[in-house]
Each structure stands twice: as C-alpha cells, then as structure tokens.
C-alpha cells in the first residue's frame, strides 16, 4: 500500500513532526514497506492458534509474588552524586 505525499504529511503533523521534503519522500516509502508488511501478516491463518495471556509459554515458572524488605534510604542514596536529606539533588530544568 503505497502513502502518498499528502497522507505523510498529514500523519506528520499529527505528530507534530516537522519533515523536509526529502524526509517526507523517505518516510513515504517506508511507511509504505511497514503497511505493506503489516497486509502480509493479516493474510496468515491464525484461525487454529490459541490467544496468549503473556509471552511466556504456559507451563514456564514463574518466582513467587512475595513481599521483600525494600532498600533504606541510605542504601538508596549511597552512590547519588548529590544529596539532601533522603532525596536526589539534579539539575534544574524548568525555571
């Protein structure tokens, strides 16, 4: 299935990307080739296969669910660059 310019450009601005026309050129094929994977897959029968829960094949053991004692805060903290109190210190970012 083979996008168009148009169809490109439009998924590019849903996702507020901002393409040169070169970029929309390269995009277009391969979003082609993705669709065009995609339409392969959809022509598989499935028909006879199970749905799966997880990826793990049934059977496969799983570690019990159990509650453990988590770390303190001074285990935590002992590798951090900076500190205060029990807490990181990081750069600001916002003003």
């Known amino acids: 299935m083979a996008l168009t310019l148009d169809e490109v450009r439009r998924i590019a601005a849903l996702a507020r990307l901002r393409l040169s026309p070169e970029e929309e050129q390269t995009f277009a094929g391969q979003l082609s080739a993705i669709l065009d994977h ?6 598989l029968d499935v028909s006879g296969v199970e749905p799966m829960t997880h990826a ?3 059977g496969v053991p799983l570690r019990p669910d159990e ?3 988590g770390l303190s805060p ?10 205060e109190e029990t807490f990181f210190v990081v750069p600001r970012i916002l003003e």
């Open 67 to 69: 509650v453990r004692p």
């Open 38 to 43: 995609v339409a392969q897959l959809s022509e």
């Open 56 to 58: 793990l094949a049934e």
């Open 74 to 83: 001074e285990e935590a903290l002992a590798n951090a660059p900076a500190r």
